[in-house]
């Protein structure tokens, strides 16, 4: 049942009981790397994530959400309600081969589950517990809710998120997506790494205390030394000064050097207005950027971002577009260097995907396994792992366990 043979974590068994985002998301890198992921879920509704948009054909189905299909590929999937005994029972016994016990969700349903790793350690001394929660297992704050929106702004992304250029004021603006929670799985994956290569050399499992609310808080550190050491706050008013109008959207130009004005005038065409002596210095160019803007607007609205980009970037000005979703999926760059994946999902259907984030190609096995649907391989892992029979199972499903 090893997801991958020629993984780098392959032999690595990781027991999940992660709800949304995070959790899953951790579970996911494990998966890509060839560990074997059993994903365990409550029976009837599973994963919240089954009831998060957007559905394939717009058809609210368990099986059909998109963010969880992406989430959960080559994953084997088991239902088990861990609120009864023997649902627990079983759950613990998956536990007793398992290298990583992979947990996403608050801390007081860590406490009600009776799950932490001091109780985990009495099945398998040598188990590695990985802990996403939104606070973390300690502080003042751990046994608060948590959530995309929530952490976005607790952790001060939402606040450097660039608002509408006319309106620098605007309150903070939560990202699209739930970039907050995937940060806090990124984390977590890098953590189970990092303690899975501790045990191979101490022998020893050890509890991994992940909180969303400081993995997020983490990609903001260049404001925080900015305010730390000079009591200067981060803004978005000069974000928004360097967004110049395309056919097609806008593109970003900020030509901080005097050789690269001198480049990007050269791109121009050498506009007589860009040899005036006030836009000469970066200075200069600062102190009159508005009339600036309007200069060189004249000039950008006349391509498509795309043209801008190459132009410019072909002269060293450091330029980008501003890209929608859509834009990116059409990326030449991207799609060359085979980033994007077919997920797989159960009606067999394969919509594109963001890829590997990264290359390692003699240790990610090719190849992938569509979510599963809910309690897909329950009685596949518990009959093979526990040596369960059918009839025990007819009866489990009966009293509502599986």
Same mark, same amino acid.
């Given at each position: 049942?090893?997801?991958?043979?020629?993984?780098?974590?392959?032999?690595?068994?990781?027991?999940?009981?992660?709800?949304?985002?995070?959790?899953?998301?951790? *579970?996911?890198?494990?998966?890509?790397?060839?560990?074997?992921?059993?994903?365990?879920?409550?029976?009837? =509704?599973?994963?919240?994530?089954?009831?998060?948009?957007?559905?394939? #054909?717009?058809?609210?189905?368990?099986?059909?959400? /998109?963010?969880?299909?992406?989430?959960? &590929?080559?994953?084997?999937?088991?239902?088990?309600?861990?609120?009864?005994?023997? @649902?627990?029972? +079983?759950?613990?016994?998956?536990?007793? %081969?398992?290298? $990583?016990?992979?947990?996403? @969700?608050?801390?007081?349903?860590?406490?009600?589950?009776?799950?932490?790793?001091?109780?985990?350690? /009495?099945?398998?001394?040598?188990?590695?517990?990985?802990?996403?929660?939104?606070?973390?297992?300690?502080?003042?704050?751990?046994?608060?809710?948590?959530?995309?929106? &929530?952490?976005? #702004?607790?952790?001060?992304?939402?606040? &450097?998120?660039?608002?509408?250029?006319?309106?620098? %004021?605007?309150?903070?603006?939560?990202?699209?997506?739930?970039?907050?929670?995937?940060?806090?799985?990124?984390?977590?994956?890098?953590?189970?790494?990092?303690?899975?290569?501790?045990?191979?050399?101490?022998?020893?499992?050890?509890?991994?205390?992940?909180?969303?609310?400081? !993995?997020?808080?983490? =990609?903001?550190?260049?404001?925080?030394?900015?305010?730390?050491?000079?009591?200067?706050?981060?803004?978005?008013?000069?974000?928004?000064?360097?967004?110049?109008?395309?056919? %097609? *959207?806008? $593109?970003?130009?900020?030509?901080?050097?005097?050789?690269? +004005?001198?480049?990007?005038?050269? $791109?121009?065409?050498?506009?007589? +207005?860009?040899?005036?002596?006030?836009?000469?210095?970066? !200075?200069?160019?600062?102190?009159?950027?508005?009339?600036?803007?309007?200069?060189?607007? *004249? +000039?950008?609205?006349?391509?498509?971002?795309?043209?801008?980009?190459?132009?410019?970037?072909?002269?060293?000005?450091? !330029?980008?577009?501003?890209?929608?979703?859509?834009? &990116?999926?059409?990326?030449?760059?991207?799609?060359?260097?085979?980033?994007?994946?077919?997920?797989?999902?159960?009606?067999?259907?394969?919509?594109?995907?963001?890829?590997?984030?990264?290359?390692?190609?003699?240790?990610?096995?090719?190849? @992938?396994?569509?979510?599963?649907?809910?309690?897909? #391989?329950? !009685?596949?892992?518990?009959?093979?792992?526990?040596?369960?029979?059918?009839?025990?199972?007819?009866?489990? =499903?009966?009293?509502?366990?599986?």
């Amino acid at each position: 049942m090893a997801q991958g043979e020629d993984g780098v974590l392959s032999g690595v068994r990781v027991v999940e009981y992660a709800d949304f985002v995070s959790g899953p998301y951790s *579970g996911r890198h494990l998966a890509e790397l060839g560990a074997e992921v059993i994903k365990v879920e409550p029976p009837g =509704f599973g994963d919240s994530a089954r009831r998060t948009g957007p559905y394939a #054909h717009d058809d609210p189905a368990s099986d059909n959400s /998109l963010l969880f299909n992406y989430l959960n &590929v080559n994953k084997l999937g088991v239902t088990l309600n861990l609120q009864s005994e023997t @649902g627990r029972e +079983w759950f613990l016994k998956l536990l007793e %081969d398992a290298d $990583v016990f992979l947990y996403g @969700g608050s801390a007081g349903q860590l406490d009600r589950l009776r799950l932490s790793y001091r109780e985990v350690c /009495l099945v398998t001394p040598r188990i590695i517990g990985v802990y996403l929660t939104p606070f973390g297992l300690s502080g003042p704050y751990r046994d608060f809710q948590g959530g995309e929106l &929530v952490m976005a #702004h607790v952790g001060g992304l939402a606040s &450097v998120t660039a608002g509408a250029l006319a309106d620098p %004021d605007r309150p903070p603006l939560k990202p699209g997506g739930h970039q907050a929670l995937m940060i806090a799985g990124l984390y977590g994956a890098m953590a189970t790494l990092h303690a899975l290569f501790a045990r191979e050399t101490t022998g020893q499992g050890q509890e991994v205390d992940v909180s969303e609310f400081e !993995a997020v808080t983490s =990609f903001q550190a260049g404001g925080m030394i900015r305010q730390a050491f000079s009591r200067e706050a981060t803004t978005r008013e000069a974000q928004g000064s360097f967004l110049y109008p395309a056919q %097609d *959207g806008t $593109v970003a130009i900020n030509p901080m050097q005097d050789y690269m +004005w001198r480049a990007m005038a050269g $791109v121009m065409g050498n506009p007589e +207005w860009a040899d005036r002596p006030e836009f000469s210095t970066r !200075a200069g160019r600062t102190a009159n950027r508005r009339e600036l803007f309007d200069l060189v607007s *004249g +000039w950008t609205s006349q391509f498509l971002k795309e043209e801008l980009y190459q132009r410019l970037q072909g002269a060293r000005v450091p !330029a980008f577009p501003t890209n929608t979703v859509a834009d &990116v999926l059409r990326s030449e760059h991207l799609r060359e260097r085979g980033f994007f994946e077919e997920v797989p999902l159960p009606s067999g259907e394969k919509p594109l995907a963001p890829g590997r984030r990264y290359r390692l190609p003699r240790g990610m096995p090719g190849g @992938g396994r569509a979510a599963p649907r809910l309690g897909e #391989h329950t !009685a596949q892992v518990l009959t093979e792992r526990l040596g369960l029979a059918r009839e025990d199972l007819v009866t489990a =499903f009966e009293l509502g366990v599986i």
